[in-house]
């Protein structure tokens, strides 16, 4: 069955097979990737590294990632998106199916960076999404995209405890690489290529300046909580940053065909989602962190939960996102992607402040319930700030568009968890546990009060920043930034 939208015709019948593939894409990276979280410590002991070279396994990833999404995501739209996404998803199967068999640490890192390079095909899939599916069908599968990085986060917690624990480390990939497979072939076999190709010269250039700017930063947010924030090593690390990043506007300015257009990463709306997104990363990651805590750590200081029991109370959560995303999708022409991005921020930012206050009081089950909560209004954000992004920058640059918000999102992500890190670092009590040599450091309640309480800032923020979007869809109507204008779709 076929549609027309303003002469435009989608197939409805294709639409459907290919929600399947983008919406089962999340499942398995958030199964690869967070059951690595609990094998660290394997790994670690395997290779006698000390934790500070273990972190690497996943600071690799997230360098090579970050660089190769905005690459990869203007190769997308000079050559075509289905291409560029096979050749992504095809990175990160072989890097999976590679990390189980390391027999080194170096190995195990050069099959990391491997599988970094497939980080792009997240932005590659938000715009074949927007490109080849009716603009009705959009939010609701971004929303769909959405629920299920929460719901692969917690089957993959307790899953990955579960295999590390009974067949080790090795097996959270070798268990990880027969779905990589078959999602491959299912991508090769049910997508189409993308309509829209804005062919020309790779901006080799930028490509470099954007190394140059990304890699440095991300290596000293990583290090400075061991080394320390205002170590020489972490100051000279953030000033080349600077320095590429200057050098990396300054060049793109005068490209002929920039890697990164300055005037769409710029323009309102864009600019206005990609901080949002890197702000939005930044307070999850420090929530997540806290709850870790708060939920692993032995009474009086937490609930003494194993990661197995931690990742089964995090169910709600997902059950919740998994059901608000896709409804929020659908309601979304109609209500307007501004008024739902708001209200999800001042959700968030209401349940961090109570957080904030009451964390370490609150009953078990008063626990999920506030981070449900919390996780509910974050959703809502989420798809909305992608939905905005995606309605607002012309389909021929839209690989490079949501490439450079995941660059955004990989900022805010890898910033998070090291200033959780300090702050749990600065605000903690000895304690002193049968049986273990040494003293534990236990974050005490001014940490939590800490990190809930600068994430509900963020999320106010987010809310105010909110009011700023020019609206892309209302009253069951949706409006596409057209390359030589705007258009509006009727969806009622």
Known sequence: MEVTRNGETYDLSY???????????PLLVMYTEAMLTPALPTIQKEFAINPNDVSWVLTIYLL????????LGKLGDMYG????????????????????????FQWLLFSRAIQGLGMAIFPLAFSLVREEFPPEMVPQVQGLIS???GVGMVIALPLGAYVTQHWGWRWTYHSAAPFAIIMFFLAWKVLKESRYINPGKLDWQGAFFLVWAVVPALVAVTRAPNVGWTARETL???????????LLVLWEKRAENPLIPLDIVSSRNPAIVNLGIMFAAFGISMMSQA????????????FGKTILESGLLMTPMAGVMLIIAPLAGKLMPKIGAKPLAITGALIASSGLAILSKYATTLSLWQFVGMITYVGAGITLMNISFINVLVFSVPPKVMGVATGANSLFRNFGSTWGPAIAGTVMSTYYILVHIPGVPVPLKIPTTKAYEVLFGTSAGIYLFLAILSLAIVEVMKGGKIREVENGGEKEVEVA
Not at 15 to 25: Q, S
Not at 82 to 104: C, D, E, H, R, W
Not at 291 to 302: E, L, R, S
């Open 64 to 71: 090579v990632g970050t660089v190769s999404a905005a690459i």
């Open 15 to 25: 639409a459907k097979k290919a929600t399947l593939v983008v919406v089962l894409l």
């Open 81 to 104: 998106k289905k291409k560029m996404f096979l050749v992504a998803l095809g990175f990160y199967t072989v890097g999976v199916i590679l990390n189980g068999f390391a027999p080194s």
């Open 236 to 246: 000279v690390l953030f000033a080349v940053s600077i320095v590429g990043a200057l």
């Open 147 to 149: 629920a299920m990085f």
């Open 291 to 302: 709850n870790t805590y708060i939920f692993q750590m032995k009474p009086p200081y937490g």
